[in-house]
Structure formats: C-alpha cells, structure tokens
C-alpha cells in the first residue's frame, strides 16, 4: 500500500507540473458553460415547422406512404442540452485518461522517475495498478461533477449507481488501453500524431448516433458505440431495462469488461517487456 501511495503522490506531482487541475477547471467551466447557451430544442421543433408549411397536408400524406423500419424501440426525443451530455461523457470524460496518462508517462520518461522506479522492489504490477486506479478515479470525479453541473440532479439513485458502474469499466480500459499506445513511443512528439488519430477515429460512432440509418455492423464493435447509447440510456430511461433482450446498458458493461481485461493484460505485459526494460539502460 505503501508502494501505491508512493506512485500515486508521484503522478500527483506530475500532473501538477503538466498543469492538469487548470486545465480540467477550464474545461469543465466551459462545457458547463456551453451546456445551458445552447437552446433545449428537440426534433419535434422541426416536426412543428413542417406541420406549420402551407403544403403540410400534401407533405404529411406523401410521408405517411413511406415504408418505415424500427432501428429500436421507440422513445420520447432528447433535446440538445441531453443530446451534448450525452456526447461528452463518452468524448470528453471518458477520452481524458487517454491523453493524459501518455503526457505523464512521457513526463516521468524525461524527469527520469521511471529509471529511479525500477531499481526499487515495487514492480511492473504496482505501477500499473497506481496508474490504472488514480486515472480511473478521477475519470469518475470528472464525470460525477460534469453531471452534477447538468443534468444529475436528475437522475434517479438507480441510474447514478449504473452510470459509475458504467464510468469504472470504462475508465479502467481507456487508462490502460492509453498506456499500451503511449508505451510505444519515446515521447510525446512521437506519439501526438497516431495518438490523436486514434481519438479522431473513435468518434466514429457519432455518425451513427447522429444517423442511425448509418450503422453498419463493423462500427458497432467500437467502445465509443456501445457507450455513447449505454450513456443514453441511461440518463434517458434509466437501468431499468438492464436484463431486457439486446439492452445497450448491460451489454456495456460486459463488453467494456472484456475490453478492460485485455487492456490491462497488454499494458502490464507491453510495461514489463518496454518501460522498465529501458530503465535498465
């Protein structure tokens, strides 16, 4: 335990320098900020101004001749201000240990902790669990005071308990996962162009979640995917539906749960075999 708080006060010293709080302060104050300028209208808005069109009966009897198909269930529309939320829980709060746990790694590589580390009885083990647990941590703390900000007034108790559930699985995969891309690269300019390559193609699935018509099934095995409807649904529906055939919020947990499994398998492994190994030289 000793060993633990030792790396975690170590990390804490770091995101100091890399001026972390300052900037998840900023950030937060901002998406805050955004959350109640942009007005709360719903597609229904859009369904009004049809209705409103004087050739609005013609327009309504050509659409009502349409074949419709059912991607889900149907549910009441989600305004813009939900619709955000929902966006930036996956892409911002759930994409932040990705970055910044390669920053610090990058940081402890040039201050030479990770050298000093090695020669001490910790372990590739210690370090990855420092690492995992305080970037899980404060994936959580970020997405409890971003909701808290918003909408969690909200929620009920059953949906808080379903969303942190949701946000450690998946905080446990992103760190990890973000520390196997970063242990590839000796430093942070090696690592910003693939690194943010990575996060622009994971924001894939907002296309689909924009246009659901757009879901074919390579893409529904992204993370972002599964998250960005479990998200919904649960600030939406909540977990009420969780043993429901096909539900996007207990498929989550179990898929992110493998996806953190092997995150963390590859990051110990590419740790032992790469990190400490260059700190024998």
């Known amino acids: 335990m000793r060993?633990?708080?030792?790396?975690?006060?170590?990390?804490?010293?770091?995101?100091?320098?890399?001026?972390?709080?300052?900037?998840?302060?900023?950030?937060?104050?901002?998406?805050?900020?955004?959350?109640?300028?942009i007005p709360d209208s719903t597609h229904q808005d859009l369904g009004g101004a049809v209705a409103a069109a004087d050739d609005a009966p013609e327009l309504e009897a050509a659409l009502a001749e349409l074949p419709v198909r059912y991607l889900g269930e149907p549910r009441d529309p989600i305004g813009n201000r939900m619709s955000l939320i929902i966006n930036l829980m996956v892409f911002e709060v759930l994409i932040l240990p990705f970055v910044f746990i390669a920053v610090n790694l990058f940081q402890e590589k040039q201050?030479?902790?990770?050298?000093?580390?090695?020669?001490?009885?910790?372990?590739?083990?210690?370090?990855?669990?420092?690492?995992m647990l305080l970037w899980t941590g404060l994936t959580i703390l970020?997405?409890?005071v971003l909701l808290l900000c918003t909408v969690g007034f909200g929620l009920s108790p059953a949906s808080w308990a379903a969303m942190l559930l949701l946000l450690l699985v998946a905080g446990l995969f992103i760190s990890a996962f973000g520390l196997f891309v970063a242990l590839f690269f000796s430093s942070i300019n090696g690592w910003f162009l693939p690194g943010i390559s990575l996060l622009l193609v994971s924001q894939l699935p907002i296309v689909s979640y924009l246009f659901p018509t757009f879901s074919p099934s390579w893409i529904t095995w992204f993370p972002?995917?599964?998250l960005l409807y479990a998200v919904r649904d649960i600030l939406t529906?909540?977990?009420?539906?969780?043993?429901g055939p096909g539900d996007t919020i207990g498929g989550s947990y179990g898929y992110m749960a493998i996806l953190a499994l092997a995150a963390t398998i590859a990051a110990f492994a590419a740790t032992k075999r790469i990190l400490m190994k260059e700190a024998r030289i």
């Open 111 to 131: 201050d030479g902790t990770i050298r000093a580390y090695r020669v001490t009885p910790g372990g590739t083990g210690r370090y990855l669990t420092a690492k």
């Open 3 to 37: 060993t633990l708080a030792s790396l975690m006060s170590a990390e804490f010293t770091t995101m100091r320098r890399n001026l972390f709080s300052i900037i998840m302060v900023l950030t937060l104050v901002l998406t805050v900020a955004g959350f109640y300028l």
């Open 142 to 144: 970020y997405g409890v």
């Open 224 to 226: 972002t995917y599964r």
């Open 237 to 243: 529906i909540g977990p009420a539906g969780l043993m």
